[in-house]
């Protein structure tokens, strides 16, 4: 099967207004969105669209059936017309109408893999999903970046296959963007992401960057190598790493409150609420008029 899971290292390391490096270690799932049936009668840790230890639920990710907060300009009518308002729309047609109201079609037999944490005893937060889409002969299309913060809300970010470039012989998805989204306390929302995402194998590389101008201000990684996606596996990393949603939100708050220690200027969520763009499951704070 095309699905497994990855021992990840991550980190993170500002590099200005002032220093504040840390890392830690976790799992992620990397689900082929095809193979979600055989997973639900294979495995019996992992849940999908169920509630158990771990679970996998559809309805946690893409959220295109609602219009975009604050749309920019230049974005396409959301919902994307091919996508059925009910419901039930698997996560992976959500996935490739998305793509094709951004200008990038998938041939049929296209395939689509997620690197994602699970849910753990029900509760679920992801501070970012990836989506890897190839060609039904595994050449690369796209990949998409599902940003979560800790308000709820969501932005996904898309790279393209113009995006796509061969480094070193790697394929990588390269795109630097300006956010329009409030992340951080410590990131005001017009600095630029910089991804770096290389379809996954027998190694995970994903890198996204904080720019202000040229000056980068924020550096983080995700490394990890591959495992089978099997029960043991998962009963195994569920005790070597337990809780990690909870641990990875409490992680989010521990270096907040070192990074106000240290000083380091923090931006309102409110301050500017017309420049947050193209998100879903809006803040209340984002609820005054944010027209131009």
């Given at each position: ?7 990840c ?15 830690y ?9 095809d ?52 419901s ?30 699970p ?30 913060n ?5 932005k ?24 329009n ?28 960057d ?18 089978p996606?099997?029960?043991?596996t ?57 027209r131009?």
């Amino acid at each position: 099967m095309n699905s497994r899971i990855y021992e990840c290292h991550i980190m993170h390391a500002r590099l200005h207004p002032k220093a504040h490096r840390f890392g830690y270690n976790l799992f992620m799932l990397a689900l082929d969105l095809d193979e979600l049936p055989e997973l639900a009668r294979r495995l019996r840790i992992l849940r999908i669209n169920s509630s158990g230890l771990l679970s996998f639920r559809d309805r946690d990710y893409l959220p295109v059936l609602e219009p975009a907060h604050n749309p920019s300009p230049a974005s396409p009518v959301s919902p994307p017309a091919a996508i059925n308002p009910s419901s039930n729309q698997p996560l992976k047609a959500r996935v490739l109408a998305y793509l094709a109201l951004h200008g990038i079609p998938s041939p049929p037999g296209s395939r689509v893999l997620l690197v994602t944490l699970p849910r753990v005893l029900g509760y679920q937060f992801n501070p970012v999903s990836f989506y890897f889409i190839t060609k039904p002969d595994g050449t690369p299309l796209a990949s998409i970046a599902e940003v979560t913060n800790t308000f709820r809300e969501t932005k996904p970010f898309i790279l393209g296959p113009d995006r796509l470039h061969a480094a070193g012989g790697t394929p990588t998805f390269r795109r630097r963007v300006t956010k329009n989204f409030y992340v951080s306390p410590f990131a005001d929302v017009d600095v630029a992401f910089d991804f770096r995402l290389r379809p996954p194998g027998e190694r995970l590389a994903l890198q996204i960057d904080d720019y202000i101008g040229p000056l980068r201000t924020l550096l983080t990684t995700v490394s990890g190598r591959p495992r089978p996606l099997r029960d043991r596996t998962l009963a195994w990393f569920s005790l070597k790493y337990p809780l990690i949603t909870l641990q990875v939100i409490g992680a989010i708050h521990w270096q907040a409150l070192r990074l106000y220690l240290k000083n380091v200027p923090w931006f309102a969520k409110s301050a500017r609420a017309a420049d947050q763009r193209d998100l879903y499951h809006p803040h209340a704070s984002l609820n005054a008029d944010t027209r131009p």
